[in-house]
C-alpha cells in the first residue's frame, strides 16, 4: 500500500541499490522539489504514486537528539491513523545517507517509537472488533536487515514489558483484584523470572502489619509479589530492588475519597505494573544483572473491619 522514504534536511536521499523503480524516483524527485520551492518544513509529507500506491517522506536531521527516533516513530504511527485505508508498509530507510551502525541504530529506535505508539486497550470492546484491532504491518527493505533486527530485540524486550505495564494499568479494578494480579505475575515464570507470593498468613509471621492493615476492610486478600532474576554471576553483589505500589483499588478506606477522584483510584497500583513490566523485559532480553522486584498487592474498602484513622 505505502512506501516510507527518508530524506534529509536539504530533501536528499540516496537509492544505491537502485530498489526504487523510475517511475517512483521520478515522482519522489519532483515532489521533493515542489517542497524545496516552497519551503515546507513538515517532517511528514506525502503524494500519491498511483491510485492504489502512496509514498511518504520523512525528513531527518543529520543531527539529531537522542530521543528524536522513538519520538519520529510515534508520530509517524500517529500520523498514519488518518490515513484508514493504509494498512500495509514498505519501509527503505537506506535511503538515509548514514553509515551501517548509525542506521541500525536509528532506524531501530524509530520501529521502537512506532510500535509503542500502536499499542491499544481492546479487551472489552464488543463492536467493530475487525475495525478497532486493525493492525499496521511493515516490511523492513534494507540490506542491513539483519543488524536492525539484532539491534531491536533490545527495544523490542523494553516494549513488551511496556506493553504489560499498560494492560495492568489498563485493567478494571473489579477484574484485577490482589488474587487476580498474583496469576498475571505467576505467569512470568515461563521467561525464567523466580515468583514467589506470600499471602495473609506468610505477611502476618513476617510483621506487615501496615500491608494488612490497608486491607482488611476488603472481601479481597492481600498479598505480596516477589519476583527474581539472576541474570549475573552470584558474585555480582547485592540484586538491583524494585519496590512497587499495588493498591488495585483505592477507596480511601474510612477516609472515603471524593466521588469526582474515585474513577481514577484503579490507577493506584501503577508502581507496581511498572515493577512487574520491568522484570519481564529484563527476562526477555536476557539482562546480565542481579534484580528483584517487589510489589504489595492490595484493594482498600470501607467496610465495618477496615482500618480506623
Known sequence: DTLVIFVNEQYRYKDKKGVLSKNIRERTNSYLANLKAKKDNEDISSFEISDKKKCFILRIKNKYESYSPQEKGGLFYAHLKQYKKVSKIDFYPETLDFDSTKLTNFFSQFIFGFNLKSYTFNKYKT?????????????????????????????????????????????????????????????LSKLGLKVEILNETKLKKLGMHSLLGVGQGS???????????????????????????????????????????????????????????????????????????????????????????
Open 127 to 187: 463492536l467493530n472488533k475487525e475495525k478497532i484491532n486493525k493492525k499496521i504491518s511493515f516490511k523492513i527493505i534494507s540490506s542491513f536487515k539483519e543488524k536492525i533486527q539484532k539491534e531491536y530485540k533490545y527495544y523490542d524486550a523494553i516494549k513488551e514489558g511496556v506493553f504489560l505495564t499498560r494492560d495492568l494499568v489498563s485493567e478494571p479494578p473489579n477484574v484485577l483484584n490482589p488474587k487476580k494480579y498474583t496469576e498475571e505475575i505467576k505467569k
Open 219 to 309: 472481601k479481597n486478600e492481600t498479598f505480596l509479589a516477589v519476583i527474581k532474576w539472576n541474570g549475573a554471576k552470584s558474585n555480582f553483589g547485592k540484586p538491583l530492588a524494585f519496590v512497587g505500589k499495588g493498591v488495585c483499588f483505592d477507596t480511601g478506606g474510612i477516609s472515603l475519597k471524593p466521588a469526582r477522584f474515585m474513577e481514577e483510584m484503579k490507577y493506584d497500583m501503577g508502581g507496581s505494573a511498572v515493577v512487574v513490566g520491568l522484570m519481564k523485559s529484563l527476562a526477555l532480553r536476557k539482562a546480565k544483572v542481579n534484580a528483584v522486584g517487589v510489589v504489595g498487592l492490595v484493594e482498600n474498602m470501607p467496610d465495618g473491619n477496615a482500618q480506623r484513622p
